[in-house]
């Protein structure tokens, strides 16, 4: 299901080696003394709600900076060799062959096609992850992940006008539709048929993915996000409900009894029977407090207290 791995760089911060992220203007930069203290989401330095983890699924998309930028790929296109090429294949093709290009355009996640995120890496090298992202076949199937830290509003200047939160991330996985169900599907149990597990597989994302402002910036979001990416439990369980004749009604997020020094969520799953109305529950714990969500326990029957 991954097709890239961004590199995780460790970083010692100290006065004589303080840099900064590149961006493509001086205003809303996220310096690297700042970002170190969002481990958890909350900026020793900055305002704790400016910041927060990020684990957001949505399709990165490419922008001009400026019309200077736009020229120059369009010299870049000139010199080519791109005759029988499409668009999209055009464009990866002169994004590969210039990657200085890939370091001066600006970089965009759109979650259900609204612009959501401009997106820089923490490490400068892990721009061959963003231009890999653009496909040369795009399909709407597409599905980017990007793991980070979501920073402040980028100043106009950064990315020709539009104003949206900058995220530093750590990884992006790349992928399209069919291949996430497929990677599912060679988890199901051999007593569920394969239409009915794909048939599940498909409304249970559909229902995360279209989720009311689901940014991937909450606590609850990243969660709900993790488990559609990372828990195949997920998917077997509302086939066996559809079996039973029961509706997945619902999904809720409560913080656990279990939360102390760690922020651990329950995220709760509902199923309405067809013919009675009674209304049965499954859940699993996440851990959110750091940057990658893990799981704490797995599924198992929910009742209400």
Not at 93 to 101: F, I
Not at 123 to 138: E, H, K, N, Q
Not at 195 to 204: G, I
Not at 241 to 259: C, K, M, P, V
């Amino acid at each position: 299901m991954e097709n890239t791995d961004a590199k995780n760089v460790a970083i010692t911060q100290t006065p004589e080696n303080r840099e900064e992220i590149p961006t493509n203007s001086s205003q809303g930069r996220l310096t690297l003394a700042n970002e170190s203290s969002c481990k958890t989401g909350t900026c020793g330095n900055s305002n704790p709600e400016a910041y927060s983890n990020v684990y957001a699924l949505g399709k990165i998309e490419t922008r001009f900076p400026s019309l200077g930028i736009e020229k120059e790929y369009t010299q870049a296109q000139a010199r080519a060799q791109l005759s029988g090429r499409t668009d999209a294949e055009a464009f990866c093709s002169v994004l590969k062959e210039n990657r200085y290009l890939a370091r001066k355009l600006c970089w965009v996640l759109t979650i259900e096609g609204i612009e959501t995120y401009i997106l820089q890496p923490r490490d400068p090298g892990d721009f061959a992850i963003l231009v890999d992202a653009i496909r040369s076949a795009p399909s709407p199937m597409d599905i980017d992940v990007v793991i980070g830290i979501k920073g402040p509003i980028a100043s106009p200047e950064v990315c020709n006008g539009l104003t949206v939160p900058i995220v530093i991330f750590d990884k992006i996985y790349s992928f399209d539709r069919p291949s996430l169900l497929l990677s599912l599907e060679q988890q199901r149990p051999k007593d569920i048929k394969d239409d009915l597990f794909k048939n599940a597989a498909e409304e249970v994302l559909d229902k995360i993915m279209q989720m009311a402002d689901n940014a991937g910036a909450t606590d609850e979001h990243r969660a709900v996000n993790y488990l559609a990416l990372q828990y195949d439990a997920v998917y077997i369980t509302v086939t066996k409900y559809h079996l039973q004749n029961y509706a997945f009604s619902g999904i809720e997020t409560r913080l656990s009894r279990l939360s102390s020094t760690r922020k651990i969520l329950d995220v709760i799953f509902s199923f309405t029977s067809r013919t009675t109305d009674v209304i049965e529950k499954s859940f699993v714990r996440v851990d959110v407090t750091e940057e990658f969500p893990f799981l704490v326990t797995k599924l198992s029957a929910y009742y209400d207290r």
